[in-house]
């Protein structure tokens, strides 16, 4: 389970209102999959913009704050 961890990443953030969102992650390079689901809300209106080397950048067009969970995946060729 070592090995599995240093692949993931998962944290807990806000996206404000109409509003773009930088959030660092720990992974060794460009996560290979982000998804964003938001905690108790009707629908989730965020989208993702860029997945970086050292972060990922969401939109939230909706016209209120939408928090929830990222989970960010880096599949290296060990475990491919």
Known sequence: ????????????VSLGAYSLVSVG???PSRPDW???TGLQTI????SLITRGDTGVVWF??????VPGEQM?????SIIR
């Open 60 to 65: 939230n067009s909706g016209g209120s704050a």
């Open 25 to 27: 992650h720990s992974l």
């Open 43 to 46: 629908g989730n209106v965020t």
């Open 1 to 12: 389970m070592a090995l599995l961890g240093t692949y993931i990443d998962v944290a807990v």
């Open 34 to 36: 982000a998804g964003y």
């Open 72 to 76: 960010l995946l880096f599949a290296h």
